[in-house]
């Protein structure tokens, strides 16, 4: 099914419908334009005819130009490798529009962000607490995301209200937003009967920097140093999707070279930060043994980035139109070699870990998230893929040059949700990850360019990358000096934190550390 | 269990595996920051580390100044869960608003005498967010600061090297 018999499954239902206008802007990026009254019916057709939870729902101003706020829905269609945009004008004197949250939970948060941000209101929504700007210290009425915010205007403060599970015997356990560990900030809030736990509030924003405000204005060599900030253990693959957001605009393609290197900056950070994770579910059951193994895996790839790209985070290695870091012979070489002793202490990790059994006990069906609660929330990435939902941008957007196709990619996924599933999940990963590489490496040529400089140009597209967390995604707005417009980010932690409320559930509170390593989400990337 | 140690017999002690590049580096340098704090607070030195609204990269390297190449424990550097354990507080990250009375507290909750270290680029003046409407002013402005460790982010060395410069003056 395409969007054209979408639309017309809509027009049955529907005698009045009518779409403003469906534009192809680029092969991979489809805008359905409707009025405001049809917003609501195309995003559930769209939602149903794709089973695609909300990939990104977001609001941006154009009151300058127009008068109006602009709303964007996107879904994705994983057969047609097409994301799909439902977009309305929302009149400045009347800002509201009717909720999708009761119909589409997936919704629910980036509509609250949508509320908080522009003052546009979901009507609708039963759920209108801020995320980010806490009430204790943002007074009302300040949306810092239309244009003309200037600064915060002083006004009543207010407090949170967090959700209650009464009755006898029900405590609550609050923990954070400082954890007992070297960690990012939260809030979790733990209703138990027992040992059970029963109910987790979740709240965060505490590491948020309004870091889609600083995109603004900002040109596209500036931001992409930015991106890198957004999420510091994922911050390859956030540039890379803010600099194929650009690339798209400025219709640029890129030396297939860059590509190439694109792919094993892209799969070396997969790999330290699953070995990380897999470290930290050891030391989560006290198990400290592979966990002090797994750090020196992780240290021994920071490393190897370091040495290739002198940082081992993989800074200022993107860049817009190609890479900055070339791999000559010798740097190959290093590659493939460490990769060899790398590949060799993993699989002596993998054995040590399968071989204990009251490590296996303790993970096995443990912080189960199961498929349907998994797709109703809207869970993405590896998070998705280990509740059994077939979810790989990797898999369904060839993208540039097609890569991941040529190197004949295996999307995993796990049936189970569970710790266990997650962990099988990063461990069959990590090892796909070092057969990318492997591949990749050998497409290498030398002298080859590895960038192009693209003209910047107005324009806005959708940037996406399959982190390792999950698909990171860009929406880029420029204007015709090329200097940033709007900057939406989606980074996987923000629709997975939900997934680890529904995760715990009826597990022990001892477990939670375990269930919340085996997630493994980004405060920041969550807060922005 | 078997599979443990016999790979603990195989292994031997891991730290032979550093590179003799890496290990020249951080020998001498913990040498140095262990006798230096063995002289300025007896023993060991306690560190509550506390995210402001870093990105995370920062946390990252202080895990790995923590993992068995480095080891920042055997210099008698220990990391602590608690404020009330801790000499001194380790923010990283430009100070988002939402955190402000969480830093000041974290801090109030710990025992004098103590002292603040700033880690990372966005500690010492907000960095790239320093214009943001969310951030509030630097940690330096809020806490009394001693010592930046500079860096985005800065390495295991780096955080080693800024301790010992400091501790050597202090």
Partial sequence: MDCSEVIAGIKNRFPDFSVLSVTQAYVDEIYIKVSRQFFKDTCLALHKAFSSPVAMFFASDERRDTGKFVVNCVFVNFKKSQWIIV????????????????????????????????????????????????????????????KDFQSMQAGDLSDYKFGKVEGEGVFEIPVGPVHAGIIGPGHFRFSVAGEPIINLETRFGFTHRGVEKLFEGKSCLEAIRLSECVSGDMSFGHSLAFAQAVEKISRVSIPKQAVYLRGIFLELERMYNHVNDIGGMAVDVGFSF????ASVIKEAILQLNDKLTASRYLKKVNAVGGVLKDLDEDKRLILLDSLKSIKKDFNQLVKILYSSVSFMDRIDTTGALRRKTAEGIGVVGLIARASGIPADLREYFPGVGAVYKEARFKMVTEESGDVLARLKLRIAEFKESSRLIEFFTGKLMTGQEISSYPELKQGSALGYAEGWRGPVLYWIETDAAGLIQRCKIVDPSFLNWQGLSYAVLGNIIPDFPLCNKS????????DL | ????????????????????????????????????????FGRSLHIRQLDSGSCGACQSEIISANNPIYDLQRFGVNFVASPRHADALLVTGPVSRNMFIALKKTYEAMPEPKFVITCGDCALSGGPFKDSYYVCRAAKDILPVVLHIPGCPPSPLQIISALNTFLRKA
């Fill in chain 1, 519 to 526: 997630f493994d989400l980004s405060y920041s990337g969550g």
């Fill in chain 2, 1 to 40: 269990m078997l599979q443990i140690l016999k790979n603990r017999i195989l292994k031997g002690v891991l730290t032979r595996h550093i590179e003799p590049g890496l290990s020249g580096k951080i020998d001498p340098a913990g040498r140095e920051l262990k006798s230096l704090i063995q002289k300025k």
């Fill in chain 1, 87 to 146: 977009s309305m004008d929302v009149p400045q004197d009347a800002p509201y529009f009717d909720s999708l949250a009761k119909s589409i939970h997936s919704a629910s948060l980036f509509e609250r962000e949508i509320w908080e941000m522009f003052g546009l209101e979901p009507k609708g929504n039963p759920d209108l607490r801020r995320l980010r700007l806490h009430d204790e210290v943002w007074p009302k009425g300040n949306y810092p995301l239309r």
């Fill in chain 1, 290 to 293: 592979p966990s002090a193994y």
